[in-house]
């Protein structure tokens, strides 16, 4: 059985922003001398969570460019996921589960930058009927999504190449099987002619 993966988006390249939080402590001092200054209230603890952004996984909100990666991060993995279901959908039994390469977000999560969904894609032996149907599955499933990555090409390609060994082999064996009842007699009475001939 030749089995391959029919891999998914690769993303490849790791985004690390840091702000030190130095920095990130002395733009809220500023904002809250602002705010005496003007004679507002500071906001309470309460008001602080219900507007505060994402935050690291020790609590600490995010800077922008941080929350800027975590979005990316949020829509790559989003993508991710949807190009390898839309491979096990369309490939069925022949598929086998996704399995996804991750990248640890600002907030601490995981987040899935690249996958591949396993495919069998091997023509059926001695066969060619089920190749050809198992081939044309396998073409969907490869090409499936809106993006296909070049391994989902490449799968394509080879099981194009199968589905077209297979319809030639299923066309050899009509044409033996036509030529065989051919030189049958077709007619029962030739038929028992042509054994009283023999006889």
Do not use: C, W
């Amino acid at each position: 059985m030749n089995s391959i993966s029919v891999s998914a988006l690769s993303f490849s390249g790791t985004a690390h922003v840091s702000m030190p939080n130095r920095a990130a402590s002395a733009a809220t001092e500023t904002d809250d001398q602002a705010d005496e200054a003007l004679g507002q209230d500071k906001p309470s603890d309460a008001d602080d969570k219900a507007t505060a952004g994402p935050t690291r996984a020790d609590g600490t909100p995010l800077a922008p460019e941080e929350i800027q990666l975590l979005e990316q991060l949020k829509q790559t993995d989003r993508d991710v996921r949807q190009h390898e279901m839309t491979h096990q959908i369309a490939g069925g039994a022949y598929t086998g589960g996704a399995s996804y390469e991750y990248e640890i977000g600002p907030d601490g999560k995981r987040y899935a930058v690249a996958g591949e969904v396993p495919i069998d894609y091997g023509p059926v032996p001695g066969d060619p009927q089920a190749t050809i149907e198992k081939m044309q599955t396998v073409i969907a499933a490869a090409m499936a999504p809106a993006d296909p990555s070049p391994k989902d090409l490449q799968i394509a390609a080879q099981a194009r190449q199968y589905l077209l060994e297979a319809k030639l082999e299923a066309a050899q064996q009509q044409s033996m099987m036509a030529q065989a009842r051919g030189s049958e007699p077709n007619d029962p009475e030739t038929a028992e002619t042509t054994l009283g001939q023999m006889a």
